[in-house]
């Protein structure tokens, strides 16, 4: 046997020991592959390196997400460009095309979503289902306990990684500034009789959600003396029509909007209420994500500061941020079915002022 020179064994012995940490990486230790469990709870320095590493020979990601517009294609831009070599596919539906996909796939038990990003009570019905594996993110310690939703040993079934906020928004050249609304109570004062619509969808809902939460179902009744006009159309129309004037306020108008609308120079102030209904997104990963180290590993980007200053670009506030007002979480300590029940009594009120 030919005997290797001082440098040739140097070489080898280097190789051994990469070989040997490679070995450590994939198995975190354990000399065997984790399963998704153990990956989701894997809390050591090196988390990211383990994930990147599994998630390079996985090759891929599929995403399911109900975010719409820009962060469908700037999100997944964004995250290979920072890990080469993972594609990030996307299934982009509203929460319930989304839920129907992963229903249809538990039965079939033909798992293809690695990643979910969407709104609290579909996340609830996977977590009730348990279709929804708990996980560690390295960034869980910038989100208060409000806006995660807690599993055992410090893990979550979801974090959330996107916010809307909805408030009052009137047009100044309609309402003056000193018959402007400040609180749910001001939108009896009889000035604004005639002048005050709500958006008919879930937004609107959410609001009637808050102004029981906050006032009271008497309060509901009085607003029927307001002459109050419901627009089928969505949250951008509804602050569109108090941009151009054809309403005067709406307490329907998301904070997003409104910032866009005002950076354009339209006239027209936002107001948070007592209570300000908020619509969430959180990130969940599946008890069968296909593709489990990819999956934790753009769950940890979007809730990383880098993700969310992305998200931000698109008018969503992060929920590690703590605003002046009191956010609401309509949906907030109930079951999927309770809340199912409890948007069918909040939309007959919305319909019957």
Not at 172 to 198: C, S, T, Y
Not at 295 to 317: C, I, N, R, V, W
Request: net charge positive; proline share 6%; aromatic share 10%.
């Amino acid at each position: 046997m030919k005997r290797m020179s001082g440098r040739s064994m140097k070489t080898f012995l280097l190789f051994v020991t990469a070989a040997v940490c490679w070995t450590s990486l994939g198995s975190a230790q354990t000399g065997k592959p984790m399963s998704i469990a153990e990956l989701a709870a894997y809390n050591k320095p090196d988390r990211e390196q383990v994930l990147l590493e599994g998630a390079k020979k996985e090759g891929r990601l599929m995403w399911y997400t109900s975010l719409t517009g820009g962060p469908n294609q700037e999100v997944p831009k964004a995250f290979e460009a920072k890990y080469p070599g993972i594609k990030v596919d996307v299934y982009r539906g509203d929460s319930d095309a989304i839920i129907q996909r992963v229903m249809q796939e538990a039965q079939a038990k033909r798992y293809l979503v690695d990643t979910i990003e969407t709104t609290f009570p579909i996340l609830k019905v996977m977590q009730e289902y348990k279709l929804l594996t708990p996980y560690f993110s390295p960034h869980l310690a910038s989100y208060s306990d409000e806006v995660k939703e807690k599993a055992d040993k410090g893990l979550v079934y979801w974090a959330t990684d996107r916010e809307s906020y909805i408030g009052l928004a009137y047009n100044i050249n309609v309402v003056p500034e000193k018959v402007a609304p400040r609180n749910f109570d001001d939108l009896l004062k009889p000035e604004l009789k005639g002048k005050i619509g709500f958006a008919t969808s879930d937004t609107g809902n959410r609001v009637i959600a808050a102004m029981l939460a906050s006032k009271g179902a008497e309060f509901i009744s009085k607003l029927k003396g307001q002459d109050i006009v419901l627009h089928a159309v969505s949250g951008r129309a509804i602050a569109d029509m108090v941009v151009s004037g054809e309403l005067g306020l709406s307490p329907t108008v998301f904070l997003s909007h409104s910032r866009t609308s005002i950076s354009k120079g339209a006239p027209i102030k936002w107001v948070p209420m007592d209570l300000v209904p908020t619509n969430a997104g959180g990130v969940a990963v599946p008890a069968n994500a296909p593709h489990p180290h990819g999956a934790l590993l753009f769950a940890d980007y979007l809730l990383s500061p880098e993700g969310q200053k992305l998200l931000g670009k698109f008018g969503l506030d992060s929920a590690a941020n703590k605003p002046s007002f009191k956010r609401y979480y309509a949906e907030a300590g109930m079951t999927a079915e309770q809340y199912e029940k409890e948007n069918a009594r909040w939309e007959k009120l919305l319909r019957e002022i």
